[in-house]
């Protein structure tokens, strides 16, 4: 029966997105890189729209998708065409039937094949993403493919919801900026790209992993190794950031920075409240400092919140100041309680997108106040070409400007993807915790026209999975590619690393205090987003008061501060989530 038996894999539906061979996709939406929708047309390179194709058969109507028209007729020869495609034992590469226990050799998937479609009943395999709850149907692959993303804001403001003595807004809670918010010891490359680190353990729960892709930067450079800066500060001045914590946390971080930036390097700086002002044109700093310094401490809150027009303006600047051969980057400080001309972060982006496109220009957002707009910053930094974080204290902000100046002002990689690809000869279901709002279609992991993330030196991505493997199964488990640009060429370069299931043959709780941090991180993100001790959905689950102990346990292993903050976090869930 060939690849008959292969069960297909569960799939997220989400209201608005199309259905494309190897994942949803925005149809025509702005962020998506390769313009408007392409279903259909010859330059889109997974060629024309596919669906209930001969090619592709097995494709049937998901729930919440609309269909073209279609005649009885065609619809009957689709139906005998899926028939005959299910048991002829037609090419590709998922051969491995359910139940299958390995083989001796991997003949399993590889990043971005040519997929095929079986017509297996019963219990679906495969993928399961986002949240369980949510509404599912099949999808005829074992590939998972997400734009790359460094972002921490998610984890910094939940923090700071527990310390003020509330539990976050579920809807705040991102589990990959968790994870991603702690060091890691992954092998670093030698020259700009990745290093690829693949890894797992054994859950409680029978026959579940987690398994965990690392990707690792290089180091970031020695100070006078890296090119010069030309950073356009965006500073919001409005009524709200009159709270302790909020602008004048910004100017003090803005003074320190400046300090440690470069001569070579350069600063503008862009205020707005109703409007925006450009304060300061881009100024090579040298004998400078003074005026920058001054700009920095003049700035106090007035009105209301114009983010729109603060980053336009800011791109503006950022375009008139351009320096060929430094890093351009434009940073937005503000709590993102945008309440005045535009507030959709689409339009925004629209507004600049030939500055981020043309010139290459990213985005650094730095997120403050007990009351921030965390969707809108999110929305703004992932689909324009950069990465957020949060800082709600002194400590945070000398992390982020002092100790993290290089990676998070330098690129060393631009529109960076990752790859996974599961094995369904030994893989029954996996689910990747975190990223939904990262997702690619898998056709798209080799289209660089397709958008993915800016990764800095010294950074690490870190993805986990939960693996159901299939009882008795050996052998090869993963394939885990990640494909990125040079930053200053634009050439294309792929790295990869492969997971056998002996790997995980360890208890998670015993396994690499590294991999058991990212386990609490992930965890604690999923209990907050489920309804805390009643509500996680993740294989392994611990109640919050017991995977404090574990973060406990772990802190002392690595004397990490930063994981007995995460103790305290997770303890203080506890006690509010009763």
């Known amino acids: 029966m060939g690849n008959d038996h292969i069960r297909r894999p569960w799939r997220t539906v989400r209201p608005g997105w199309t259905a494309r061979p190897g994942g949803p996709e925005r149809a025509g939406s702005p962020e998506h890189r390769g313009g408007p929708e392409r279903a259909g047309s010859p330059e889109h390179r997974g060629g024309p729209e596919r669906a209930g194709s001969p090619e592709h058969p097995g494709r049937s109507e998901r729930p919440g998708r609309r269909w073209r028209p279609r005649g009885t007729l065609l619809a009957l020869t689709l139906a005998g065409s899926l028939l005959l495609t299910g048991c002829s034992g037609g090419g590709g590469s998922h051969s491995s039937a359910d139940g299958a226990h390995g083989s001796g050799g991997y003949s399993g998937p590889l990043p971005a094949p040519n997929r095929t479609s079986g017509s297996g009943q019963g219990e679906p395999d495969g993928e399961q993403t986002g949240d369980a709850r949510r509404e599912i149907a099949p999808s005829p692959d074992y590939l998972s493919t997400f734009a790359l993303d460094v ?20 809807t705040t809670v991102r589990p990959e900026e968790f994870v991603n918010s702690f060091r890691q010891d992954y092998r670093r490359p030698d020259g700009n790209g990745f290093s690829v680190t693949v890894d797992g353990a054994r859950t409680r729960d029978e026959d579940w992993s987690l398994v965990r892709v690392g990707l690792a930067t290089r180091t970031a450079a020695r100070e006078g190794e890296r090119p010069p800066a030309a950073l356009t500060f965006v500073i919001d001045v409005s009524g709200s950031m009159g709270e302790p914590g909020r602008l004048d946390l910004a100017k003090d971080s803005l003074g320190v920075m400046t300090d440690q930036l470069r001569d070579d390097d350069s600063v503008a700086l862009v205020t707005f409240s109703d409007e925006a002002e450009t304060v300061l044109p881009m100024t090579r700093l040298g004998h400078h400092r003074g005026r920058v310094h001054d700009a920095v401490d003049a700035l ?3 009105e209301s919140t114009n983010l729109g027009a603060g980053v336009r303006t800011g791109y503006d600047t950022a375009v008139e100041g351009l320096r060929k051969g430094a890093t351009n980057r434009v940073v937005l400080i503000s709590d993102a309680l945008a309440n005045t001309g535009e507030t959709d972060a689409d339009t925004i982006l629209e507004r600049i997108s030939g500055a981020r496109r043309e010139h290459g220009i990213t985005l650094f957002g730095v997120g403050v106040g007990s009351e921030y707009g965390d969707a809108l910053m999110e929305r703004l930094a992932d689909k324009g ?10 400590d945070d902000a000398r992390k982020v400007f002092c100790e993290q100046l290089p990676e998070n002002i330098d690129l060393t990689a631009r529109d960076a993807k990752a790859q996974v690809a599961f094995d369904p000869g030994t893989v029954r279901q996996f689910r990747l915790l975190g990223y939904d709002d990262r997702q690619v279609a898998d056709q798209d992991f080799r289209d660089d026209r397709v958008d993915g993330g800016e990764i800095g030196p010294g950074h690490t991505v870190t993805a986990l999975y939960a693996v159901r493997t299939r009882p008795g199964a050996s052998g090869h488990l993963a394939t885990a590619s990640v494909r990125w640009l040079d930053p200053r060429t634009r050439t294309p370069h792929e790295e990869s690393g492969q997971l056998e299931t002996g790997s995980l043959d360890g208890d998670l709780w015993t396994s690499a205090p590294r991999l058991q941090v990212d386990a609490v991180a992930a965890y604690f993100a999923d209990a907050l987003r489920t309804g805390g001790d009643r509500g996680s959905t993740l294989p392994g689950a611990l109640p919050l008061s017991e995977l404090a102990g574990r973060a406990r346990t772990v802190a002392s292993a690595t004397e990490d501060g930063a994981v007995r903050d995460l103790a305290d976090s997770v303890e203080r869930a506890s006690r509010l989530a009763g």
Do not use: F
Not at 151 to 170: C, E, K, M, N, V
Not at 385 to 394: A, K, L, P, Q, R
């Open 151 to 170: 972002d921490t804001a998610s984890y910094g403001y939940a923090r700071r919801s527990l310390a003020d003595g509330r539990l976050p807004d579920p």
């Open 300 to 302: 106090e809150p007035t």
């Open 385 to 394: 070409d950069g990465h957020t974080t949060y800082v709600s204290n002194d």
